[in-house]
């Protein structure tokens, strides 16, 4: 069997299983690329039928803030694809009560609707999951 | 849970971070640099000490040691090889690493 | 227990990669199977056949081809990310593959246990 097939086979044979991921995202937009590549991790999941999470906390709900002018950067805004999670059957979005406040960030400034937590509804979510991938 | 930090309390706030979200009875695994939090004498010393209250804290030995630090670890907290690190990985259902 | 391995900084950079091949190394000594190494971000640079690093230093890259050879390792290297920063399959070590983001998301499932390496 050819590597593409073998790994397809061994894909949808993963997909039987449902765990429960969780996708951590405590950095900043464009000082690094950790949102960013990220954010590809949790597009990827989308393909595997698992039950998802997105966590934003410290400098991750950054990424979620409207306005985001990259044009003189010369560097892909890539903001608006929070937007198409919903398209990919990823709902659960939690963003950190904490972590807003401590940036002066209010809700309607993120540009995507998303369930705000404090940091002790954050933990209590971390331990139910079956995998947690950080970036 | 099992909590794995890398990062000394200075440069970054991972540390921190990690302990706003441990539930009582997690473990805490401080690897790297994130093993000069629990050296005697260093101002994270206070919050680790407490951590050891609520968690389980260890600190991996080869990075102790290739640092220079191994003698002024934080009483309380444990010293585990790698095999311990595996240990603990295979121990608890989940881990996450707070990078 | 099968075990994941994610390592998302290249090599000497960061210790990062130093502590994914010890934990690895560690895991197969207690009798765990090391499901998949899967490198991703600058990772994917700890695939890279064209590092020379000093004779007295150790050699990361080939060290992760030994590891893949002696115990037969799934080394993968993210397709997007390796494109990004120059890893093509004409300067891949010996025992690396490339592979797309997906191997990843496998390994969290297939595995028991997926740790994560990082900065």
Same mark, same amino acid.
């Given at each position: ?135 | ?37 629990? %050296?005697? *004498? ?9 951590? %050891? /209250? ?28 790698? *095999? *311990? ?10 881990? /996450?690493?707070?990078? | ?59 990361? +890259? ?25 890893? +093509? ?25 997926? +740790?994560?390496?990082?900065?």
């Amino acid at each position: 069997m050819s590597q593409v097939a073998e790994e397809t086979e061994s894909e949808a044979a993963a997909e039987a299983v449902v765990k429960k991921f969780m996708f951590v995202s405590r950095k900043a937009p464009y000082g690094t690329i950790y949102a960013l590549e990220g954010l590809e991790v949790v597009l990827i999941s989308a393909a595997f039928n698992q039950d998802v999470s997105l966590a934003f906390l410290d400098d991750g709900v950054y990424a979620l803030l409207k306005g985001q002018q990259t044009k003189a950067l010369e560097v892909k805004n890539f903001s608006p694809t929070y937007r198409a999670l919903e398209g990919y059957d990823i709902e659960k979005l939690y963003v950190e009560r904490e972590s807003l406040a401590a940036r002066g960030i209010r809700e309607d400034q993120l540009i995507v609707p998303v369930q705000v937590v404090d940091a002790k509804e954050m933990a209590a979510l971390m331990e139910q999951q079956d995998v947690i991938i950080g970036f | 849970m099992l909590h794995i930090v890398n990062k000394s309390p200075y440069e970054k706030s991972s540390l921190t971070s990690c302990l706003a979200h441990a539930s009582k009875g997690s473990a805490l695994l401080l690897i790297e640099d994130a093993v000069y939090a629990a %050296t005697k *004498g260093n101002s994270a010393e206070a919050d680790i000490r407490r951590a %050891t /209250q609520e968690l389980t804290v260890y600190a991996l030995g080869p990075d102790l040691e290739a640092r220079g630090v191994r003698a002024s670890i934080v009483d309380g907290v444990k010293v585990v090889d790698y *095999g *311990g690190f595996v240990d603990l990985v295979a121990e608890h259902r989940t881990n /996450q690493s707070w990078l | 227990m099968k075990i994941g391995v994610l390592v998302n900084e290249g090599p000497y950079n960061h210790q990062a990669a130093d502590t994914a091949y010890q934990f690895a190394r560690a895991a197969l000594a207690k009798g765990h199977q090391v499901q998949r190494v899967f490198f991703y971000n600058d990772g994917v640079n700890n695939a890279s056949k064209l590092t020379e690093p000093p004779q007295d230093d150790r050699q990361i +890259v080939n060290r992760w081809s030994k590891l893949a050879e002696e115990h037969g390792i799934d080394l993968v290297v993210c397709v997007a990310a390796g494109l990004r920063r120059g890893l +093509v399959k004409d300067n891949l070590a010996p025992g690396f593959r490339i592979s797309g983001l997906g191997q990843l998301v496998e390994a969290g499932i297939e595995s028991d246990r997926l +740790v994560a390496f990082g900065d």
